[in-house]
């Protein structure tokens, strides 16, 4: 089995960053690529930003672009970051790391972030 573990979620003020951090444990997989979604009370969970593990092509969601940036570790390493700049209280969410590999799909638990204005 493949455990996703997010950390760095928080409170911050309207304008402040938060890095967020997703590591994958367990079984190894063939990965295909990494996301972080979220989800806000009452909302649909979307898609913030996603990464592909080869060749590195990058997504975001509109209201994110120039303000989050998604990133990856060094190849030894299954984990992906998303430091998240100019927070705005809309961006207030459970983030939720994705690993979309070559046999399956894992979510993680999530971590809160919540943006004061």
């Known amino acids: 089995q493949v455990q996703l573990a997010e950390s760095g979620g928080g409170s911050v003020q309207a304008g402040g960053s938060l890095r967020l951090a997703c590591a994958a444990s367990?079984?190894?997989?063939?990965?295909?690529?990494m996301a972080w979604y979220r989800q806000a009370p009452g909302k649909e969970r979307e898609l913030v930003a996603r990464?592909?593990?080869?060749?590195?092509?990058?997504?975001y969601t509109d209201s994110v672009k120039g303000r989050f940036t998604i990133s990856r570790d060094n190849p030894r390493n299954t984990k992906v970051y998303l430091q998240m700049n100019s927070l705005k209280p809309e961006d207030t969410a459970v983030y939720l790391c994705r690993l979309d590999g070559i046999s399956g799909v894992y979510w993680g638990q999530g971590t809160q972030v919540t943006v004061s204005s």
């Open positions: 367990g079984r190894a997989v063939g990965v295909v690529a």
């Open positions: 990464i592909r593990w080869a060749g590195h092509e990058i997504i």
